[in-house]
Structures are given as structure tokens and as C-alpha cells.
């Protein structure tokens, strides 16, 4: 099993992006999945969640109301929609299946 992160990039102040996680060698339909990011010299912190059916979600303070998640069982994939980036955003993002970790996305905010 494998989860595989990407679309994270350089982006200015303000601005979105919108990040894919795609399972592999399972279905991710079966499980509730989470977003977390990392930034440097700080601890891991969560992000958002996404219950297994898609009709429950929740986020972490920094970014309610900026971010959404949301999934596509059919492409075994869930997404991070980031609207409003600001600088401290930047991070390393990954998603999670329980004990299952991505290598992480690097979104990088700065003008």
C-alpha cells in the first residue's frame, strides 16, 4: 500500500493551490483519511480530515474557512483545496491513512 502526494509548488501570498493524494495497492474508499503538514523545526500538525463516505470533514484552526478537502473514490485519490495562502502555510504537506504516510508535497508561500 502506498499513498503518493503531489501538486504542491511555489505560490504567491493570496493564492491557491490544490494538492492530490493518490492511493495505491488499496482502496482508499474503505478509510477515513487525514491531511497533515510539517514545517521546518516544527512539529507535525493536522490539517484536515475527511470521513470514508466523504459526508464528514474537519480542519484544523490555522485553516478553516481557507481549506477544503474532499475525495474521488472512483480515482482512489483525495484532494486539499488552499485558498487564501498565507506565509505560514508553507510546509510539507502529506496525507495519512492511519499508520499509512506519503512522502509529502512541498507548498512554499512567498512572494
Known amino acids: 500500500a502506498q499513498l503518493v502526494e503531489s501538486g504542491g509548488g511555489l505560490v504567491q501570498p493570496g493564492g491557491s493551490l490544490r494538492l492530490s493524494c493518490e492511493g495505491s495497492?488499496?482502496?482508499?474508499?474503505?478509510?477515513?483519511m487525514k491531511w497533515f503538514r510539517q514545517a521546518p523545526g516544527k512539529a507535525r500538525e493536522f490539517v484536515a480530515f475527511i470521513s470514508w463516505f466523504g459526508g464528514v470533514t474537519e480542519y484544523g484552526d490555522a485553516v478553516k474557512g481557507r481549506f477544503t478537502i474532499s475525495r474521488d473514490n472512483s480515482k482512489n485519490t483525495i484532494y486539499l483545496q488552499m485558498n487564501s495562502l498565507k506565509a505560514e502555510d508553507t510546509a510539507v504537506y502529506y496525507c495519512?491513512?492511519?499508520?499509512?504516510w506519503g512522502l509529502g508535497t512541498q507548498v512554499t508561500v512567498s512572494s
Open positions: 495497492g488499496f482502496s482508499l474508499s474503505r478509510y477515513d
Open positions: 495519512n491513512r492511519v499508520t499509512l
